[in-house]
Structure formats: structure tokens, C-alpha cells
């Protein structure tokens, strides 16, 4: 198994740029979410999906859209980039919300 | 504001020592979480204790729960260099869904 995958490992990105950041699992998790990553604010959670077809936000939705049409791909979009959206991304999946969640490597993302 | 804070913020201590780190949150909970990062990588699951449990053990790695107190912590034994890496509580939130993460805890563990 892969387990959780991220493309890209590393994106920059110029202000009001749009883009997407892939995730997908081979686990067959119905749980999957993204979370940022920022100095001294450890990971705060933006979306999360408890299955195919359904979305919540996180503490951070603003600025990120997310679908979730199969069960192994969770993909996070930027519609309009921000420089406060440079941060590190990672997605995570796990069995059901209350089980232990896989992290992929991550994104890290710059917007100049 | 987060859910979960830890306490300290940074700990370094001798390989061999025992580290421990704590874990506050703010609402009820199912289940608390504890996870470590390496520097540049994923998170890595370590220990699940669930709002019915007082205390669970893994290899060398103790956590407690007290939903009294809402706290938790992580004691790490004999702590070796390999140990050095930033710690995370994470709840699971008793609204539907969520797993928040606290801030973390850096812990070097020096040779």
C-alpha cells in the first residue's frame, strides 16, 4: 500500500493564482481531512469528509474548497492564492473519525 | 482559538531522562490522540486513549487522561536521541467529526 500520497511536495504560487493539491489514500478510509501547518500554530484543520460525497469546514475553510467524489481522493483547492496561504499542507486519513489518522508527506506552499 | 494547548512548548533533556508533556482542551471529548513529527515530515500516530480510560501504555510511551481536569499527558521513558521531535495532543471532538490539534511540544533529547 502507498498509504496517503500529496503531489506536489513543493508549489510557489503568485497572489490570486488558483490551484490544487491532491490527496488520495488506498486504505479505503472513509475519513479524510487537510490540515495547515504554521510556525508555532501547530495543524489546524481546514476540511474534512466523512465519506464520498460529503464535506465539512474546519476551523480555517476560508480561502480552500474541497469535494470528495470517491472515497480515495480528497483534493484541496485554492481559488484565489493569498500570501497568508503560504504554509505547510497535509492530508490525512483514517478508518472512521475516531481512529488513528495516516498523515501524507505534505505541501509546502509559498505565495509571493 | 485551539482546542487542545500543550505545556511546555519546548523541553530538552538528557538521552536516558524521562520526558513528559501535557496536553489541555476545552469541551468534551471521545477519544484523545497523542502524535509525533519529525522536522519536514508527516505526523506519525502513537497512542489513542479513549474518554473511558484513565491511563494506557505503549513500549516505553505512558499517557494519562483525566476528563475532570480535561488534561492528558505523555510520558516518554528513558528517553533516547532518536525520541527528539515535536508531540501533538489531538481530540476528538464531541461534535460530529473533528480532530483538533494542539500546538505541540519540541522535545530535544541530547546525546
Known amino acids: 500500500n502507498a498509504g496517503v500520497t500529496q503531489t506536489p511536495k513543493f508549489q510557489v504560487l503568485k497572489t490570486g493564482q488558483s490551484m490544487t493539491l491532491q490527496c488520495a489514500q488506498d486504505m479505503n478510509h472513509e475519513y479524510m481531512s487537510w490540515y495547515r501547518q504554521d510556525p508555532g500554530m501547530g495543524l489546524r484543520l481546514i476540511h474534512y469528509s466523512v465519506g464520498a460525497g460529503i464535506t465539512d469546514q474546519g476551523e480555517v475553510p476560508n480561502g480552500y474548497n474541497v469535494s470528495r467524489s470517491t472515497t480515495e481522493d480528497f483534493p484541496l483547492r485554492l481559488l484565489s492564492a493569498a500570501p497568508s496561504q503560504t504554509s505547510v499542507y497535509f492530508c490525512?486519513?483514517?478508518?472512521?473519525?475516531?481512529?488513528?489518522?495516516?498523515f501524507g508527506p505534505g505541501t509546502r506552499l509559498t505565495v509571493l | 482559538s485551539q482546542q487542545g494547548e500543550e505545556d511546555p512548548q519546548a523541553l530538552s533533556i538528557q538521552e536516558g531522562e524521562n520526558a513528559t508533556m501535557n496536553c489541555s482542551y476545552k469541551?468534551?471529548?471521545?477519544?484523545l490522540q497523542w502524535y509525533r513529527q519529525n522536522s519536514g515530515r508527516g505526523l506519525v500516530h502513537l497512542i489513542l486513549i479513549r474518554s473511558n480510560e484513565r491511563e494506557k501504555h505503549s513500549g516505553r510511551l505512558r499517557v494519562t487522561l483525566d476528563t475532570s481536569k480535561k488534561s492528558s499527558s505523555l510520558l516518554i521513558t528513558a528517553s533516547r536521541a532518536a525520541d527528539t521531535a515535536s508531540y501533538f495532543c489531538?481530540?476528538?471532538?464531541?461534535?460530529?467529526?473533528?480532530?483538533?490539534f494542539g500546538q505541540g511540544t519540541e522535545l530535544s533529547v541530547k546525546p
Open positions: 490525512a486519513s483514517s478508518y472512521n473519525r475516531v481512529n488513528e489518522q495516516f
Open positions: 489531538a481530540t476528538d471532538v464531541n461534535q460530529g467529526g473533528k480532530l483538533i
Open positions: 469541551t468534551s471529548i471521545n477519544n
